[in-house]
Structure formats: C-alpha cells, structure tokens
C-alpha cells in the first residue's frame, strides 16, 4: 500500500502528465481523489531535504536536531489561572521594542515546554525582527513543572485566555498573534471557536501547526501501526515522567492503582488526565476537548499548517472540516509531524515552517 506522502506525489506527477489542471488549493493523490490544502498561492512549495522525503524521517530528525539558537535576557513571568494555579511565561523583549509593536504568543506541543526547539527558533527569529514574543510553559511544563497542581490538557482554553490577559495588560494597544504547535494547536483553535463572539480587539493572526482536531481518530491512528504505537509509547512515557514525583501525582486516582504502567496515551488519559480533570471518561474527555466541532465558529484570520505523512496526526478531519473563509488550511504534501525541513536554497535556511510562520504570524 502507497503511503499518504507517496500518494501525494504520484497524484502531482499525474496531474503533470495529464495536463488536468487541480485547482488552487488542491492537491491530486493517485488514486485520483483531490485534497484540498495545497498548493497555497503565495505560500512557496515545501520541497524536503535531500534524503527526507518521509514524515517519519521529517518528524525524527527535526527532534534530534532542534537547531536551538541563544535568546539572551529572557525575563520568566508566573501567569496565575482563573482557578489560582500556575503557568509562565517567557518574555523575550528586543531593545528597539516599543509600545504599540507587535507581540507574538508561542505555545508549545505535549511534553514539550519553552525550550523546544521549534520554539526557541521561531522566538529567536521573531526577536530579530523586533516583535516581542511570550514562550508559555503549560501547567506542569518546563519552569511550571513544580508550581502547578493540575495539568493541563486539550481543552486547558482557558489557560490561553488568561495569558492573552497578561499580554494585554503588559502590552497596551500591541497587536497579539498566537502559534500552537500539536496539541496546543488544538486548544488554540478550540479557544477561537469557543470564544469567538468575545474575543479581544487586539487578537490579529492564529496559527496552528499539526494540530489534532480530532483526539478519537488521533489516538485511533496511532493505535493502528507499528510506527504509531512507538509514538504511543515514547509520548505516554514522557508524560509519565512529567506528573511522577511532582505536584501532579494523586494517589487517588486510577493511574495510581494500575500493576502495568500505560503504553499507549488513550490508556493515560483514562487513568490519569481524564479523572483528574473533572472528565467522565477518557471518550468525554476526547469529545469535548476536540476542536474539530468549533473549527467553523472561528473569526480571527488563521492559517493551519499540516502535512499529509504526518505519523502522529491525521489529516483526514482537516481535510473534511467546513472551514470559513477566513481559516486557511495549508496542507503540504511532506512534512512530518513538526518537521518539515526543507531543501537548501528556498529560504534562509533549511527550517521551512519557521519562515513560514513568520510570514503569517505578522502579515
């Protein structure tokens, strides 16, 4: 069986050798089916790297080489919650910053926190450019790790809100963009949708990266393949790691109780993330923190970038989702799960999702 990405392919050279034209927006996978999503006009292709051409590849080298640059002065700021918990906030402020500029708000992807790579990159080329950028640890995540007694999860929307708040009281008249990566991805474009009458003025551009919109069919997918259940393993391992021995341990739930510890996430988050966060069960949990159903409330111009061979989140409800005309998909047909690492040449350098956002974040 073709793979999403070789599929993609073959549809473009069919496209190609046919001369039938696919529409802007559209990609033509083999089997003959369009995908909407790509190309973007205006938006430069995504060519991969020499040698990776594979989501997998994509999404493991870009972990192993996160390409992390100094960002030096950064002032951490503790951000209470509406329910008294803790998060931060990492504040990178360039010296020809000035009331009124633009302000960007960086939220990472699950056991991740301000120090992945994704992030610290972006933030250092945002810095550059004079915008000053907010990375945001989650309950229970990087500098937050010990200060928060519950964790946050893939409806935490409120948790943005509150950040907004502080960006909005530390920046007076700054426009504010926001970029989620993976699983804050989701809680972005939840908090969007489910707040869309009462958004602030000053919210300008939303960007989502391999967000997953639909937590049933994510978990689903991982579930179905070899390749995905070692994700399975390596992010359920990593959240073990971040609520054992901390201010996030409770003896009294299920996960407490269990002989084998979880292999796969959807059995964490029935014995941990679900009960603690107030949940009837884990299938609860994934039906009201999905954002697939809001994702059509949505006012605030958006861009959502995801590729079709990402091995940890699938497309398909992106690709199906009733998107309003000011929510753009950008689907590239190669990519990975935050990777996409590109060919020299095409930008600056090889971190193709990095220009990207800039572009959109600030456009």
Not at 248 to 269: G, H, N, S, T
Not at 274 to 282: I, K, L, Q, T
Request: aromatic letters at 8%; charged letters at 20%; one cysteine or more.
């Amino acid at each position: 069986m073709q793979n999403t990405s070789s599929q993609a392919a073959a549809g473009d050279q069919s496209s190609r050798m046919t001369g039938t034209p696919t529409p802007a927006g559209t990609a033509k996978r083999s089997d003959g089916e369009v995908v909407r999503g790509w190309p973007i006009p205006g938006v430069p292709d995504f060519i991969p790297a020499r040698g990776l051409f594979g989501g997998n590849l994509q999404t493991v080298v870009a972990s192993l080489f996160p390409g992390k640059v100094p960002l030096p002065g950064t002032v951490p700021r503790h951000l209470r919650l509406p329910d008294d918990d803790r998060a931060v906030l990492h504040d990178d402020m360039p010296g020809s910053w000035q009331r009124g500029d633009h302000v960007v708000l960086l939220l990472h992807g699950l056991s991740g926190s301000h120090q992945s790579g994704y992030m610290v990159r972006l933030a250092a080329r945002l810095f550059a450019m004079g915008v000053r950028v907010f990375r945001m640890d989650h309950r229970g995540c990087g500098a937050a790790a010990q200060l928060a007694r519950s964790p946050y999860h893939a409806g935490r929307t409120e948790d943005i809100a509150a950040a907004v708040s502080m960006l909005e009281r530390l920046c007076p008249g700054s426009p504010i963009s926001i970029a989620g990566f993976s699983l804050s991805g989701n809680i972005l474009l939840k908090y969007l949708g489910d707040n869309a009458e009462n958004l602030p003025f000053c919210l300008y551009r939303a960007v989502a990266v391999c967000p997953p919109v639909d937590l049933h069919q994510c978990t689903a997918r991982l579930a179905a393949t070899a390749a995905g259940q070692r994700y399975d393993w390596y992010f359920t391992r990593r959240l073990m790691s971040q609520i054992v021995q901390t201010t996030l341990w409770r003896d009294e739930l299920p996960l407490a109780q269990v002989k084998r510890l979880p292999r796969r996430m959807y059995e964490f988050d029935d014995l941990y993330t679900a009960p603690v966060a107030g949940f009837a069960s884990v299938d609860d949990y994934y039906t009201q923190t999905s954002s697939l159903p809001v994702l059509g409330r949505i006012r605030v111009h958006t861009t959502i970038l995801a590729s079709q061979d990402d091995p940890v989140v699938c497309p398909q409800p992106l690709i199906d989702a009733a998107l309003p005309p000011n929510v753009t998909l950008c689907l590239t047909p190669h990519g990975g799960h935050l990777g996409f690492i590109g060919r020299a040449g095409l930008d600056p350098d090889r971190r193709w999702m990095d220009w990207r956002l800039t572009e959109w974040l600030l456009e």
